[in-house]
Nanobody, 115 residues
Framework: QVQLVESGGDLVQPGGSLRLSCAAS????????MGWYRQAPGNQRELVAS???????NYADSVKGRFTISRAGAKNTVYLQMNSLKPEDTAVYYCNLRAPAYNIWGQGTQVTVSS
């Protein structure tokens, strides 16, 4: 059974930074896309950033220039470095892994940006 383990969510002041981590356990994938989504109360879940096993990245317009997604080499582990955080970034952040025959979600980690 494949599981995603997320960490790094916290309460931070506007302008601050956080780093989220997501690691897959149970098996390794050679071809995959991993991403971070977020969902604020009353809103739909939206893509924040994604990265492929080949290193291609994609970002939501709202986070371009502030967030950076990266991977740990060949491991199914990704990070989301979030800088210049804004109150509107407040949400539950979910990690997602997509591979042939797999579409897996993490349990979510809360990010709150508030003074």
């Amino acid at each position: 059974q494949v599981q995603l383990v997320e960490s790094g969510g916290d309460l931070v002041q506007p302008g601050g930074s956080l780093r989220l981590s997501c690691a897959a356990s149970g098996r390794m994938f050679s071809i995959w896309t991993m991403g971070w989504y977020r969902q604020a109360p009353g809103n739909q879940r939206e893509l924040v950033a994604s990265i492929t096993s080949g290193g291609r990245t994609n970002y939501a317009d709202s986070v371009k220039g502030r967030f950076t997604i990266s991977r740990a080499g060949a491991k199914n582990t990704v990070y989301l470095q979030m800088n210049s955080l804004k109150p509107e970034d407040t949400a539950v952040y979910y990690c997602n892994l997509r591979a042939p025959a797999y579409n897996i979600w993490g349990q979510g980690t809360q990010v709150t940006v508030s003074s």
